[in-house]
């Protein structure tokens, strides 16, 4: 971490700003129906307490509010859950900035916690309005980064801000975060094998050409696969295919043999009549047929899959390998899932999906490292500048 970080600053008496991702989902009663994103940043919450700050203003966005005031979108069940996890009272403001805010944050004092209101009930954040960034960064001494799942993002409150309030640090979730994908990038130990899933290849085309000069093996499943297979001439059926992105395809299979990377995609799959509501299911190997959608990898190709993950010694996986939130289309994802677990290699989970995936296989507390942001790992194996990032303080 060439960045600062909370163990870098005295927090003492002073009045701590912090960017956390409290992006949680809720159920149609506003119930949390998962709180991993607010544990992941209880350390640094606790860390800042415990060195004696004098007050902790935290904010967050949650959901897609486009501007406007959504109250189903409000941060208050946020609060609730961290007040519990902290054993005290957090102080759920009405907004996030303006006359009441200011005049709410000057009256915290004692180690008091306040959360801001979802940041994103005004344009001005995504915006990364320069005045929207001065009055937020008006709220502490010191400005603490460990939202990074919006690192990605050059919003107000993850660069804006920082223009403003010096000096800006990373908690300890960023820093870990950014220790292991670094780590993968810069110094991976071999052999190193990158998995990749999901449907969106245009989401995901930039990191496999960055890690193509990193990997001794590239594993291809999911929705993605059939735009490989398409490219090769394989006949994929009525299976997703990104049509825009075929030629793109050719050039990575191209690629990797080039750097004598071990490139493998499905050679069986498990298809079903229809996506939406499949009725019929068979296994197939080579062509699929038309009207038939590719689901989940065959059985077969799971072996291979599995056997050659046992060979790593460090393995990055990003998106499933099938409809793994259906239970017949799971096996292949949960098989992966098991395989990392069982590696004995250094497991990076690159945010998203694939987190789902191991917790659903009950095998997350035996993976090295889970990321909290899908699409800001994706970037940074990308080998894209995060935003959110590079505005911190250089140690």
């Given at each position: ?372 942001g899908g699409g800001a790992s994706i970037e940074f194996l990308e080998g894209k500048t995060l935003p959110g990032l590079a505005a911190l303080t250089d140690k």
């Amino acid at each position: 971490m060439a960045k600062m970080t909370v163990r870098d600053v005295d927090l003492h008496g002073k009045s701590v700003l912090m960017r956390v991702d409290f992006n949680v989902p809720l159920d149609d009663q506003q119930n949390i129906t998962d709180d991993t994103r607010i544990r992941a940043a209880m350390p640094t919450i606790q860390y800042v307490l415990e060195q004696g700050a004098k007050k902790l203003v935290l904010m967050s966005h949650l959901g897609r509010p486009e501007g406007k005031v959504v109250p189903e979108l409000s941060l208050a069940p946020a609060a609730a859950k961290l007040g519990e996890l902290l054993g005290r009272p957090v102080k759920q403001l009405s907004d996030c900035v303006g006359p009441e805010v200011e005049a709410a944050v000057d009256g915290m004092g004692g180690g008091d916690v306040a959360l801001l209101e979802n940041l994103r009930f005004h344009p001005e954040e995504e915006a990364n309005d320069d005045g929207f960034s001065r009055q937020l960064a008006s709220l502490g001494d010191l400005y603490v980064n460990d939202a990074f799942g919006t690192a990605h993002r050059a919003h107000a409150s993850t660069e804006g801000v920082t223009k403003h309030l010096q000096p800006a640090v990373s908690g300890f979730l960023m820093e870990k975060e950014i220790e292991y994908l670094s780590r993968a990038l810069e110094n991976p130990d071999h052999p190193f094998i990158a998995v990749m899933g999901g449907v969106k290849v245009k989401d995901k085309i930039g990191a496999i050409e960055n890690l193509l000069n990193k990997v001794d093996g590239l594993v291809i499943g999911g929705a993605m696969t059939y735009t490989f297979l398409k490219a090769m001439g394989v006949a994929v059926g009525d299976s997703i295919v990104d049509e825009a992105k075929i030629e793109k395809a050719r050039e990575i299979l191209a690629l990797a043999k080039d750097k004598h990377v071990a490139l493998l995609l499905p050679h069986d799959h498990l298809i079903a009549d229809d996506i939406k509501n499949p009725v019929n299911t068979k296994v197939v190997k080579g062509d699929i047929p038309d009207g038939w959608v590719g689901l989940d990898i065959g059985p077969e190709s799971t072996k291979v899959f599995v056997e050659k993950l046992k060979t790593a010694r460090m393995i990055v996986w990003n998106g499933p390998m099938g409809m793994f939130e259906k239970e017949a289309f799971a096996a292949g994802t949960q098989a992966v899932a098991e395989a990392l677990a069982e590696s004995g290699a250094t497991t990076i989970i690159g945010g998203g999906d694939s987190v789902s995936a191991v917790e659903k296989s009950g095998v997350s507390d035996r993976i090295s490292h889970i990321s909290t942001g899908g699409g800001a790992s994706i970037e940074f194996l990308e080998g894209k500048t995060l935003p959110g990032l590079a505005a911190l303080t250089d140690k």
